[in-house]
């Protein structure tokens, strides 16, 4: 028996047969994957071209020591399906002083190395009249999430109402792979609601460390507001800002609001000869230097953004279109099993993958490039998927970056293996490709949760029909000169190793399955509480936490007392076990880290394809694949003092405890976690 189907097997005694039994459901019942009313088919692809997203416009108050912007969160409207299909309500950040700005995926912030970047970011969630705007998609209160209907005292904590929160929305924007101090690094607590007029009485109008950190470090924030003070002392590199709030995570992020934040300058930089848009620049302009957000998205036929309301859609029961089967379960807060009440909340689903792809805010646009060399930063942003990019006609790409700067070496390869969250500073060579010739960028990564392995081999790729297109490139003659250096000839400045682990670390990621709801099939395909004979209903969630002495994982929840606690300045190697069945894209916040190894649990090679670091993961990284079945290897070095989380990055995960408050240094007395 090989390792994954001993996995399969060992999974099946848990939740794992019927998350088996409904991908077979799923297959035998659709042509495609479920989503909204909108079927993909009917949305026309490469008539869009692609958006290039210009620079964030600084706000007043730059100077020669700092940039300084004020960033606000908006509801709008934007064309984001291929005509004739409606416009789609979204929400993005733009610059407060420039109304033009504002657009799903938003403006790349362009940093400098070393030198400050002050944001104000502004929570303007509201409408015209000033009252809040309720979320576009539906919120589960069920989960440990911010929670301000709970006031004071119960903020930040588990609710109880099975409906959707139709509240203000709690927001906290973090700048994915940066360095900064605690209080700026949107800390999932931190959260704060917009200033609007009709807030609810008694409603908590912060998160728990919003009030902290505004008290400990004096800042005054305005209501509705934080600013945070980014260093930008790091290897120049790609990183890009999204919410990060408690339990919402996920549906803030597919909602819209996520942008670029590139590092430029200082040591660890090459000026390559690729231009990029600037302030003020065409988004439809030409550029040889483009960043590329990949989401998957479904939409109804009315333009708007479909994510599931309830957990059956998860289960591929109670679909509108099918009928029948259903999910009958009691859910939170109602009685399961052995007088226990459930732990299975009503609306969140553990994974989600849209049947759309949305790339800089299209759905499958085109780019027209000249017979020369582009430089492409490729962000996956989806919530759930795992993207294998390559090119329909096999050219291929020259990997120079990862998520923390430069690699040490040009990597050639054929297929982009990106996790969610992940980044692939690639450049791609269109030199000698006949002009007229149109290429389609694939995806063949999987319609499911991922397991590593290989596409048409150890699952099935995405359908080629939707999710398995991209995007398309359409080449024409050069116009100029290209002055930029083949990429195989390029002296890349990585920056230097670490030196060894002053600590070693093991950590474990599991899932959990319900503890009350044991469910069975009812014989008409429909799955219903079955407490005498029924499986276990599962998954519960997905969990964190540390290694027990007889070497199984010990999950500990979000409010469990702080476990992982670096000394200041300390390198450290965490050992991440991945005690699932799928793969999870971890990632840690403050630091950059080496990728030191794989190593599988049974002592088989990786099922990434070697037990040592892959030829892309050479370089710093801040988010990487842990395999099932497998320890990763993680070394870095923690060196500003304070609270910071590491979590999976399937945002659904993320949200359903999949996330770990971390402090490095001593733990202040009388701080809110620890
Ligand atoms: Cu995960």
Not at 32 to 54: C, E, F, N
Not at 151 to 176: E, I
Not at 490 to 503: E, F, I, K, T, V
Request: aromatic residues 12%; negative net charge.
């Amino acid at each position: 028996m090989d390792r994954r189907a001993f996995l399969k097997l060992t999974a099946a005694l848990g939740g794992g047969a019927l998350l088996a039994s409904r991908l077979e459901f799923l297959k035998r019942a659709f042509a495609q994957i479920p989503g909204g009313s909108l079927a993909p088919g009917d949305v026309a692809k490469y008539v869009l071209p692609l958006v290039k997203p210009p620079a964030m416009p600084f706000s007043k108050g730059s100077n020669k020591n700092r940039d300084k912007y004020k960033i606000a969160v908006r509801q709008f409207t934007q064309q984001i399906l291929s005509l004739p299909h409606p416009m789609t309500t979204v929400w993005s950040y733009g610059s407060a002083d420039f109304p033009g700005t504002f657009n799903y995926p938003a403006f790349t912030v362009e940093a400098r190395w070393n030198r400050n970047t002050q944001v104000l970011w502004m929570n303007e969630l509201v409408d015209a009249n000033g009252n809040f705007l309720p979320h576009l998609l539906s919120v589960d209160q069920t989960l440990h999430w911010a929670n301000p209907p709970g006031g004071m005292a119960g903020r930040d904590m588990r609710g109880f109402d099975p409906a959707p929160y139709q509240g203000p929305v709690p927001f906290v924007t973090h700048v994915h792979g940066a360095h900064t101090t605690e209080d700026s690094d949107g800390f999932a607590e931190a959260w704060y609601l917009p200033n609007a007029l009709n807030i609810p009485a008694g409603y908590a109008t912060t998160g728990t460390f919003y009030d902290y950190f505004n008290n400990k470090y004096a800042h005054y924030w305005a209501p509705g507001t934080a600013s945070f003070k980014y260093m930008n002392d790091q290897p120049a590199t790609t990183l890009w800002y999204h919410d990060h709030a408690l339990g919402m995570t996920r549906l803030n992020v597919y909602a819209g609001p996520a942008g670029f934040w590139l590092i430029r300058g200082g040591p660890n930089d090459l000026d390559l000869g690729y231009v990029a848009p600037g302030v003020g620049d065409s988004p439809l302009g030409e550029y040889t230097e483009i960043p590329i957000a990949i989401q998957d998205r479904s939409f109804n036929v009315d333009g708007s953004l479909f994510y599931p309301d309830n957990r059956a859609f998860f289960e591929g029961l109670n679909v509108p279109s099918m009928g029948s089967p259903y999910l009958d379960i009691p859910f939170i807060p109602d009685t399961a099993c052995d007088g226990l009440p459930s732990d299975i909340s009503p609306i969140w689903n553990p994974e989600f993958f849209g049947n759309m792809m949305v790339i800089n805010g299209f759905t499958w646009p085109y780019l027209e490039v000249e017979q020369r060399r582009y430089r492409f930063r490729f962000l996956n942003g989806c919530n759930s998927r795992f993207l294998i990019l390559k090119m329909s006609n096999d050219m291929p790409f020259y990997q120079i970056g990862a998520e923390q700067g430069f690699l040490p070496a040009p990597v050639q390869l054929n297929e982009l293996l990106m996790g969610p969250a992940e980044r692939a500073d690639v450049i791609v060579d269109f030199t000698d490709v006949p002009v007229g010739t149109e290429i389609i960028l694939q995806n063949l990564g999987p319609d499911e949760p991922f397991g590593g392995g290989m596409p048409g081999v150890d699952f099935d790729p995405a359908d080629p029909d939707s999710t398995g297109q991209v995007m398309k490139f359409i080449v024409k003659a050069a116009s100029n000169g290209d002055p930029t250096t083949p990429p195989m000839d390029l002296d890349l400045p990585a920056a230097p190793s670490l030196g060894p682990a002053d600590y070693t670390r093991a950590v474990s990621l599991n899932e959990a399955d319900s503890g009350s709801v044991r469910v069975s099939d009812d014989g008409s395909g429909n799955i219903v509480l079955d407490c005498a004979t029924g499986e276990v209903f599962g998954p519960e969630s997905a969990l964190l936490g540390t290694l027990n002495p007889d070497g199984t994982g010990n999950p500990l929840l979000w409010m469990d007392p702080i476990s992982e606690n670096p000394a200041l300045g300390a390198t450290e190697m965490w050992e991440l076990h991945n005690f699932t069945e799928d793969a999870h894209p971890i990632h840690i916040h403050l630091v950059h880290f080496e990728v030191v190894g794989r190593e599988s649990f049974d002592g088989s090679p990786s099922v990434a394809g070697s037990n040592d670091p892959l030829p892309w993961e050479r370089g710093y990284k801040d988010t990487v694949i842990a395999y099932p079945g497998e320890i990763t290897r993680v070394k870095a070095l923690y060196d500003l003092p304070g609270f910071y989380v590491w979590h999976c990055h399937i945002v659904e995960h993320e949200d359903n405890e999949m996330m770990r408050p971390y402090h490095i240094g001593p733990i202040p007395p009388g701080a809110p976690a620890g």
